[in-house]
C-alpha cells in the first residue's frame, strides 16, 4: 500500500526556517520523482518544488526560488523540503505527493504558519 507522511510543520516566526520530511512506503521509492505541494486558506493547491528520482534535477515554483531546498535521501525512503526565510504568505498546508501508475497519491500534510 502506498504511504506518504508528513511532519516537521509548526509555528514560526517571519525569517524563521522548517525542515519538512516526507516519509515513503509500499513502493520503490528511488524510481520516482518526489514533490511538494501547499494549499493555504481559500487558494487552490500549488506545487513548490518537485525532485527526480536521483536527485539530480529539482524545480521550485517561482514564489519559493532561493529560499526553499528539497532533497531526498533513498536509503531512508524519505524527501525533504528545507524553508529558510520563511514569509507570512508561506503559511499553508504543506502535501507532499506523487504520482504513480497513474495514480496521484497524497499524505495527510502538515500544517506550517508563519506569524509575530
Known amino acids: 500500500q502506498v504511504q506518504v507522511v508528513e511532519s516537521g510543520g509548526g509555528l514560526v516566526q517571519p525569517g524563521g526556517s522548517l525542515r519538512l520530511s516526507c516519509a515513503a512506503s509500499?513502493?520503490?521509492?528511488?524510481?520516482?520523482?518526489m514533490s511538494w505541494y501547499r494549499q493555504a486558506p481559500g487558494k487552490e493547491r500549488e506545487l513548490v518544488a518537485g525532485?527526480?528520482?536521483?536527485?539530480?534535477?529539482?524545480n521550485y515554483a517561482d514564489s519559493v526560488k532561493g529560499r526553499f531546498t528539497i532533497s531526498r535521501d533513498n536509503g531512508k525512503n524519505t524527501v525533504y523540503l528545507q524553508m529558510n526565510s520563511l514569509k507570512p504568505e508561506d503559511t499553508a498546508v504543506y502535501y507532499c505527493s506523487l504520482s504513480l501508475l497513474g495514480n496521484v497519491y497524497w499524505g495527510q500534510g502538515t500544517q506550517v504558519t508563519v506569524s509575530s
Open positions: 525532485i527526480t528520482s536521483g536527485g539530480g534535477t529539482r
Open positions: 509500499g513502493f520503490s521509492f528511488s524510481i520516482y520523482r
